[in-house]
């Protein structure tokens, strides 16, 4: 990604203006010849939330009901394309009664006003493509009421945008941005009068996006679970609306869908919500299942990985394990240190989990969130598995460096069991150690046991580590293992500090017990979401100790405890609260 103040994007910035300014003086479009079946999914608790006039976005909360949401001053740029993307639209749909529709009729025609001219930072590629889908969507919920004059203008400023967007969608970096821009032209060229010419070539740029940037194993570079839901998202609805107006969608486009479909499949937890890895969250509620029920497709990912992950699966418990090096170069700004770091998920309530991406609570959350020790893995000697390097001005261009290369794994069956086993070597440049993990879930899923190994395999590995032990003056190389909890899970320090009980919502209780020299400690964990307010305090598992030889093994097991039950009937809803 290129320096955001270096001449190119400056130049880029500047032009997407110009362009912006030019397609706002044609008067195109006074209807729609066809509109796809809305199917952008809304919380109806967030846009309650709006209606009130509680504003979060990108961990900001501005309370002020009095307030246009475009009057909200927050020096933050993400907050600011959350507002231009206009995916709130779909929150206050899901609403759906009058004041809901007043405040996203008022809130539209207020953007044309201030912004349909070509002014502000919502004129980019993926942010107009976002915008064009969500205005097509719910167009018969915005014009219910309207003058025939508004109509005119709404209409109009849709048919801008799509002229905007034909001439400026080749400058949005490819991936999610241009998967954005690319659907939201297909969405308008088949929807509005006029427009249709711009649909051929949008299919084409599509197809090409998708055989470059959706592998052969359903993945994408960044390897961010959620970017992968969103791809999938626009894809399968960009298909939906060629089909609906009897366009066939390209080959390698159903293809990707068929390819990705697996993989989500394979990353998605027994509660329903994603994997979280490489700064991607859960996903929306319900987002996953019905995309995945909108494809129509059924199979499932072979054994083996997944875009790089590995899944151990039994009873009513998923376990995900970041099994492949991370991205790298420019797929590498969001990515996090979390090679070998695994989540469990136990029916509807996540109990091992990472911390999470902390982009929306700032600089300093987005680095600690990338770092191995924010992960449930094994850290060593204060060192990330992966290092935070400077691939350009200001925090957003930090490429991950000095990650591991190697990371074989093998996937195989337990006398009991479902087994795991993984290594890599980031930490043999620093200490001559490679960290080797074993996991092994129970045929039955209400069990499991792990092996955490450093172990200096050659050599020259071993002059490595006396160097580091030199250093240490021989009192030998600290290490954490991490076990990060849900914030809704309940731990207590048990059986005279032996063991750890972790109590779920669901009634069910998982006992932690390591074998081992180890020291074995609960301390204070944050779990980092966006669209909430601040980091949620919750707890982490950590076991301590120091490698003061060759080879040093870390055993430990997970279990229920006997008395919980086989099958669990779990009917607490959980509530959004977005202050917490």
Known sequence: MSNPDGFQARWTRLMHRVHARLSTRARPATGFTSMPEPRTIGAFARGRQLVAGNYLFAGHL??????????????????????????????????????????????????????GRGRGDGWTPD????????????????????????????????????????????????????????????????????????????????????RTQVSDQGG????????????????????AALSEAGRSPAKEHLAAIERIAPTLRTLRHADGGLARFHGGGRG??????????????????????SMGYARLSAGRSSVIVDASPPPHGAASLNAHA????????????????????????????????????????????????ARLGEGGQ????????DAPKRVPIQMSQAPDGLRFQGGHDGYVGTHG???????????????????????????PAKQQFDRAMDEKELQGISYQLRFHLHPEADATVDLGGAAVSIALKSGEIWIFRQVGKAEMTLEPSVFLEKNRLKPRA????????????????????????????????????????MTT
């Open 433 to 459: 150690l490679t960290h080797a993990r074993t996991l092994e879930l129970t045929f039955d899923g209400r069990g499991m046991v792990g092996e955490d190994l450093l172990i200096a395999l050659d050599d």
């Open 220 to 239: 994408i570079p960044t390897r961010n679970p959620e970017e992968l839901l969103e791809v999938f998202t626009l894809l399968t609805w960009a298909a």
């Open 538 to 577: 919750t707890k982490q598992i950590v076991l301590s100790g120091v490698a003061i030889e060759y080879a040093t093994r870390i055993r430990w097991s997970l279990a229920k405890a006997q008395d919980s039950a086989v099958a669990i009937r779990d009917l607490n809803r959980d509530e959004l609260d």
């Open 284 to 305: 929306l509620e319900g987002r996953l299942d019905h995309a995945l029920a909108e494809s129509e497709i059924k199979s499932r990912q072979a054994d083996g990985l």
């Open 338 to 385: 979390s090679t070998l770091a695994f989540e469990l998920t136990s029916g509807r309530r996540p109990l091992i989990v990472n911390c999470g991406s902390g982009v929306s609570f700032g600089e300093d959350w987005r680095r600690a969130g990338r770092a191995t020790p924010s992960h449930s893995t094994l850290a060593l000697d204060g060192y990330s598995s």
């Open 62 to 115: 501005v309370t002020a009901p009095e307030l246009s949401l475009w009057d909200t001053n927050v020096a933050d740029p993400v907050f600011g394309q959350e507002l231009q993307g206009f995916a709130w639209l779909d929150d206050l749909a899901a609403v759906g009664d009058a004041p809901a529709r007043e405040k996203a009729q008022v809130w539209v025609w207020q953007w044309i006003d201030r912004y």
């Open 394 to 401: 200001g925090w957003r261009e930090e490429h991950l460096i």
């Open 127 to 210: 942010l107009t493509g976002r915008r064009l889908i969500r205005w097509i969507n719910h167009a018969l919920f915005l014009l219910r009421g309207r003058e025939s004059e508004q109509s005119e203008a709404f209409y109009r400023s849709l048919g801008q945008q799509t002229i905007f967007l034909s001439r400026r969608w080749h400058t949005s970096h490819s991936g999610l941005p241009r998967f954005e821009a690319l659907t939201g032209l297909i969405y308008a060229g088949l929807a509005l009068e006029g427009m249709g010419g711009h649909v051929d070539p949008a299919i084409k740029a599509l197809e090409r996006e998708c």
